[in-house]
């Protein structure tokens, strides 16, 4: 992968956009930044953009359906997950929660922001945007977060983490590619959050409670409600 850094920028997925409209950038192309200084979230929430921590966009070209691309969601947090492993003890416990960010020790260390654009020749690109707290813990969110340096007691170098995670996310798109989704749902419910326990479902009309089934092979969030199976695509979810 081609990596394009930078000390300081608004936001990495706002610059893939930007060199996407203007055909300066190729497919499989990383944009990182050591600081964001207008990082945000799913549903525009911000992202706290601390130096010391990994701010990045992996873009991809895509010819298949945008429901099928969303899935770059559960292999980028299954790199995040596997690249955190490499540098934790055994004793934490890495978790991914439905649909886009996976948890240290039950508390938020990354979220993954995917969007897409399709450029003046109609080709469909997906940015794949990834923060991940690594050695600054941000306190403006509205969730408790944690960073990883806290949980291995020393600082985490970010050019290692970084490569590590890219070597992870090659492996792990491979998987999908090669051998199906199948087995990227299966290491995603192997790690799931609170899986079979009780969740709250937040939906633009209305919010309800209900049994976290799994994920659907589609990558929707599988919840059981008055013994019927629900199928989520788009929500907030709270345990």
């Given at each position: 992968m081609a990596v394009l850094e930078f000390e300081s920028i608004d936001s990495t997925n706002e610059e893939a956009k930007r060199r996407i409209n203007r055909g300066e950038i190729f497919d499989n192309t990383v944009i990182k930044?050591?600081?964001?200084?207008?990082?945000?979230?799913?549903?525009?929430?911000?992202?706290?953009?601390?130096?010391?921590?990994?701010?990045?966009?992996?873009?991809?070209?895509?010819?298949?359906?945008?429901?099928e691309a969303a899935k770059y969601s559960f292999v980028t947090a299954i790199s995040v997950g596997e690249t955190i492993k490499e540098f934790v003890n055994d004793k934490a416990e890495v978790k991914y929660k439905w649909p886009n960010d996976v948890l240290l020790n039950k508390k938020k260390v990354s979220g993954i922001l995917l969007e897409s654009l399709k450029d003046i020749n109609g080709s469909i690109w997906i940015i794949i945007g990834t923060g991940v707290n690594i050695n600054n813990t941000p306190q403006n969110l509205d969730i408790e977060p944690v960073n990883i340096s806290m949980s291995c007691g020393e600082r985490v170098a970010v050019t290692e983490f970084f490569d590590k995670f890219l070597i992870?996310?090659?492996?792990?798109?491979?998987?999908?590619?090669?051998?199906?989704?199948?087995?990227?749902?299966?290491?995603?419910?192997?790690?799931?959050?609170?899986?079979?326990?009780?969740?709250?479902?937040?939906?633009?009309?209305?919010?309800?409670?209900?049994?976290?089934?799994?994920?659907?092979?589609?990558?929707?969030?599988?919840?059981?409600?008055?013994?019927?199976?629900?199928?989520i695509s788009s929500g907030e979810v709270f345990f």
């Open positions: 930044a050591d600081i964001q200084l207008s990082g945000k979230g799913k549903r525009e929430n911000k992202w706290a953009s601390d130096s010391g921590n990994l701010f990045c966009s992996i873009v991809k070209k895509v010819d298949v359906s945008l429901s992870n996310f090659n492996n792990q798109e491979n998987v999908w590619k090669n051998q199906g989704f199948s087995c990227i749902r299966s290491a995603w419910l192997n790690g799931a959050y609170n899986l079979g326990k009780e969740i709250t479902v937040n939906l633009p009309d209305k919010t309800f409670k209900g049994t976290f089934e799994g994920i659907s092979q589609n990558g929707e969030l599988e919840v059981i409600v008055d013994d019927k199976k629900l199928l």
